[in-house]
């Protein structure tokens, strides 16, 4: 699954929960949430 660069308001999202914006592509955007994922480990989050 491919990643896109986050949005300015994503980055604020993703800054509030203590994560680098700049480290995180966004996959999938939901009403209530976001997942992330990481550029180097392939991590996946749901903030």
């Known amino acids: ?6 949005t300015r308001k ?3 999202i993703i800054k509030e929960n203590k ?3 700049d ?3 966004v996959l999938k955007v939901f009403k209530d949430s ?5 550029k180097v480990s392939k991590k996946i ?3």
Do not use: A
């Open 23 to 25: 480290n995180w592509l």
């Open 34 to 38: 976001i997942c992330i994922q990481h």
């Open 1 to 6: 699954m491919k990643g896109k660069n986050p």
């Open 10 to 12: 994503q980055k604020i």
């Open 45 to 47: 989050r749901e903030i």
């Open 19 to 21: 994560l680098n914006p």
